[in-house]
């Protein structure tokens, strides 16, 4: 079992080194964004913007193939060996979405082999969730923060936590806040303006799981909990948005934008061009047009990246695994996923996972006073 264990640790230290290079989002994010948005508004809606993205520096088919070197043979727990297999498939597809970013089809292709696309079921929930009336959400929803008020807040949040992380500001992101798990850093939008909701949202969210995963999952023995399980996306943004919902802060206005980016993903697969899937959110749902701009974006970068329906599919199996009782702790060992349960609790008999030393605060308590997300949540398919 020993001899075992050392083949594990071997091929998880390989991968990790391995899989320095991928982080897919810092190479998705387009360089030119804001040029693009002015152009594109100038243009009346009418000219596809056209984006720059960071060139790659290694070489995708070396990577791929030290991918596949691997003796995963070798290891011998069958369920441990399916983990490892599938990361390693995994893996190999984001290297092929790195590889064909700006490739039109080709990218939007690889991003679904990775990602998925919505399903009618995701698309009737956004719907069923678009068709309630909008609430009077008060003054917290203004956005009055500037991006260096929003740097102090989060510093002054993360204080709660046991863990360092850096704060850096970019004009170089598609979101509001984003967590890059490598570098332990959360970088913000350096021209973006922050409501005392967003702020507590972006705080809960970004700090309050995606740092305490990122800083769980380097502190188990093996570097995969770092580095993520297979599709750990939606489980993720799951826990995340619940940890919104769970120290209530998460809003009618916040669950019609995550429904907004399904319907948005749902359009890819039925051909629409930026342009197109803009005119379907202003014209059509009435979004706002730098909202509308945000959400087209995020779904278009890259040739079409799917990714963003995985929001309201994660909060639906997060929250129906929170109301059976269960242990979220257990989510926050890493960048893991549901699925992959017994395969954490294999690791944890084995000795090659620990329990989770950071907790997201919001967990400890359900202060949630809006009695008709309960009702949204539970009645989703």
């Excluded at 490739?103 to 696309?117: A, E, I, P």
């Excluded at 992380?165 to 979101?175: E, G, H, R, V, Y």
């Excluded at 750990?232 to 429904?259: I, P, W």
Aim: charge should be neutral.
């Amino acid at each position: 079992m020993q001899q075992s264990h050392q083949t594990l640790r071997t091929i998880d230290d390989n991968i990790d080194k391995l899989v320095r290079n991928i982080e897919l989002l810092s190479f998705l994010n387009p360089l030119n964004i804001e040029q693009e948005k002015k152009r594109f508004f100038a243009s009346k809606y009418t000219e596809e913007p056209v984006f720059k993205y960071r060139k790659i520096k290694f070489s995708p088919f070396k990577l791929q193939r030290l991918f596949f070197n691997q003796p995963l043979e070798d290891i011998g727990d069958d369920e441990i060996r399916r983990l490892y297999r599938d990361i390693t498939y995994e893996y190999s597809g984001l290297i092929e979405c790195i590889e064909n970013i700006g490739k039109g089809k080709q990218f939007y292709y690889s991003s679904l082999k990775v990602f998925g696309t919505p399903k009618e079921r995701d698309v009737e929930n956004a719907r069923f969730i678009l068709h309630f009336s909008d609430e009077d959400e008060g003054e917290k929803m203004n956005a009055v923060y500037d991006a260096f008020q929003a740097q102090t807040y989060f510093e002054e949040f993360g204080e709660r936590y046991d863990f360092d992380f850096n704060i850096k500001l970019s004009t170089n992101i598609s979101a509001a806040a984003m967590v890059l798990n490598a570098s332990n850093t959360l970088l913000l939008k350096r021209n973006a303006r922050f409501s005392e909701n967003q702020l507590k949202v972006l705080a809960n969210h970004e700090i309050g799981v995606h740092l305490v995963t990122t800083h769980n999952g380097k502190l188990q023995p093996l570097k995969i909990f770092s580095n993520g399980f297979v599709n750990n996306t939606e489980t993720q943004e799951g826990l995340a948005v619940l940890s919104e919902y769970m120290s209530d802060n998460l809003t009618l206005t916040r669950l019609k934008e995550l429904s907004y980016r399904v319907i948005a993903a749902d359009s890819l697969i039925k051909g629409y061009s930026f342009a197109d899937t803009f005119d379907l959110l202003y014209s059509q749902y009435k979004v706002e047009r730098n909202k509308a701009w945000q959400i087209t974006l995020r779904v278009h970068r890259g040739g079409g990246f799917t990714k963003d329906f995985l929001y309201l599919t994660g909060l639906k199996k997060v929250y129906d695994y929170y109301s059976s009782g269960e242990d979220l702790s257990l989510l926050l060992t890493g960048k893991v996923t549901l699925e992959d349960l017994p395969a954490i609790k294999s690791l944890m008999n084995e000795g090659l996972a620990t329990p989770s030393k950071f907790i997201t605060d919001a967990y400890a308590q359900n202060l949630n006073s809006n009695k008709k997300l309960d009702f949204i949540l539970s009645n989703l398919k």
